[in-house]
């Protein structure tokens, strides 16, 4: 097993927790305008997948960050789904609409399971989008099954730097600050840099009810080597958060100059970890200008 894998099939601790988190996800998803639902047989189980879109034109691929859901993309859904086909992706070993039954065990099997999905989908040249989790599994594909890649976009993505402990003593800290009262939240929020303290609570509950009920745990994502991230030749944008935790944004940012075929990246000042919650039209416009840059180029 290597950093950022459960070491088994992810599963509810009871009946009762899994049927509250289905009613939970599906108000979460009302966010999002109509859609389709699809859902890809894989060698690690089903996984759901939602589509929007045009039939024609290179699309776009969303993945979600860790203990999440497609639903947190309701931003984004409605106005990329206007100019391109757009998925968002279920990961295969988090609470959601997919259905696991073989484990995720490293970098190899994660690729091999994205690889699955996109042909599944007959999608042959993607620009792949992911925001932190998410982020490591889209930098793991190029890295490992780049073959169906247009372009990668990483949201302060995991893999650039070694998961620091401050970043997970603010999730616990996130945790009990979402006990606060209403009227706290807000300064909280800006206090520690946590979107999730004020965003919507159809997209929050959920999150919540996976993160208690959900196991088993995940582990770190790892950070890719050097020589991993150098062998990347997929046209490559790399977006972080000023006050993110989840590492040195200004580090991060010099180490991916270095070794990625980077073709756009900045540092968004003011906001933190959960970008496309935190600036939706900002990633929009990103990701839609990127694709177009980028599209049928070989």
Do not use: C
């Not at 009262?181 to 919507?200: D, F, G, K």
């Amino acid at each position: 097993m290597d950093g950022g894998t459960r070491a088994q099939v992810g599963h509810f601790t009871s009946e009762a927790a899994e049927r509250e988190f289905r009613a939970a996800y599906d108000t979460a998803m009302t966010l999002w305008p109509p859609h389709d639902t699809i859902d890809v047989e894989t060698g690690f189980g089903i996984t759901r997948v939602y589509r929007r879109g045009p039939v024609a034109g290179e699309p776009i691929v969303l993945l979600h960050g860790h203990g999440a859901n497609a639903s947190t993309w309701y931003h984004q859904v409605a106005e990329l789904g206007r100019h391109r086909p757009v998925y968002a992706i279920d990961t295969i070993d988090d609470p959601g609409g997919s259905v696991q039954r073989r484990p995720v065990t490293g970098s190899g099997d994660a690729a091999a399971w994205l690889s699955e999905v996109l042909a599944g989908l007959d999608l042959t040249r993607a620009h792949l989008v992911g925001l932190s989790y998410g982020g490591w599994l889209v930098l793991n594909q190029a890295v490992h099954r780049p073959e169906r890649l247009a372009s990668v976009t990483l949201l302060d993505p995991g893999g650039l730097e070694k998961v620091p402990a401050r970043f997970l003593l603010g999730l616990f800290a996130a945790v009990f600050a979402m006990r606060a009262p209403a009227s706290w939240r807000p300064p909280l929020a800006r206090l520690l840099a946590v979107h999730a303290l004020v965003e919507r609570s159809e997209i929050m509950d959920p999150v919540l009810l996976g993160a208690h009920a959900f196991r088993p745990h995940r582990s770190p994502a790892r950070r890719f080597t050097d020589d991993e991230l150098r062998r990347v030749t997929v046209p490559t944008q790399l977006i972080l958060a000023a006050r993110t935790t989840l590492m040195r944004p200004a580090r991060a940012l010099a180490r991916a100059r270095r070794l990625l075929p980077l073709r756009h990246s900045e540092i968004v000042p003011g906001i933190g970890h959960a970008i496309p919650l935190e600036a939706p039209d900002l990633v929009t416009d990103r990701v839609l200008g990127f694709a177009d840059r980028t599209a049928d180029q070989i």
